[in-house]
């Protein structure tokens, strides 16, 4: 994991990596980019950057992270932003956007008090499972939630608790990484 604070961070670190090394390549960066930028400029870095990534590495599998809410009027341009990362890399082939509508709800916030941007550690699960579905959706598996009750892959995955147990305990672990890597990773770089 590489932590960047904004896609002018991610630039300078993909400038630096060779991605011949990885199957996968996460992006989550850009809210900070809402500072100081509108949604679309933000919106355009991130195709730029998926692009030159497609055009380099045609075999290699993106995930694209929407960018999280924000509170107050910046959220306008989230959503400017997200709006625009779909339109313009929904259909482009081996890209996944992770999706975060589900951490915007009008009667509670996730977010730490008196900060419009970083989340409580409530949120930290919700936002975990968006990114394991978006993997899941990435690598080709079919996210639980999304099955009906009787699919064939549903009854495999809860053919008993062996695998449910499993399963929660790789969630855990996940969410536990993604903790610790969250934690470590202070301040706007």
Request: with cysteine.
């Amino acid at each position: 994991m590489i932590p960047c604070g904004t896609t002018y961070d991610l630039r300078r670190h993909l400038d630096n990596i060779d991605q011949k090394d990885f199957d996968i390549i996460f992006i989550h960066t850009g809210v900070n980019n809402i500072d100081t930028c509108a949604g679309k400029s933000v919106s355009d870095d991130l195709v730029d950057i998926v692009h030159k990534l497609r055009t380099e590495y045609p075999s290699i599998k993106i995930i694209v992270s929407e960018i999280t809410p924000r509170q107050l009027q910046m959220d306008n341009e989230v959503l400017i932003c997200n709006k625009n990362l779909h339109a313009s890399l929904e259909k482009v082939e081996n890209v996944t956007i992770a999706l975060h509508s589900n951490l915007r709800n009008e009667r509670w916030s996730f977010h730490k008090k008196n900060d419009d941007k970083h989340f409580s550690k409530i949120s930290i699960s919700r936002f975990a499972a968006n990114i394991k579905i978006a993997f899941r959706k990435a690598i080709g598996l079919s996210s639980r939630n999304k099955q009906g009750s009787g699919s064939a892959l549903n009854k495999n995955i809860r053919r008993k608790n062996n695998k449910d147990s499993l399963e929660r305990e790789n969630v855990h672990s996940f969410k536990k990484e993604l903790i610790n890597f969250l934690n470590s990773y202070k301040g706007d770089r």
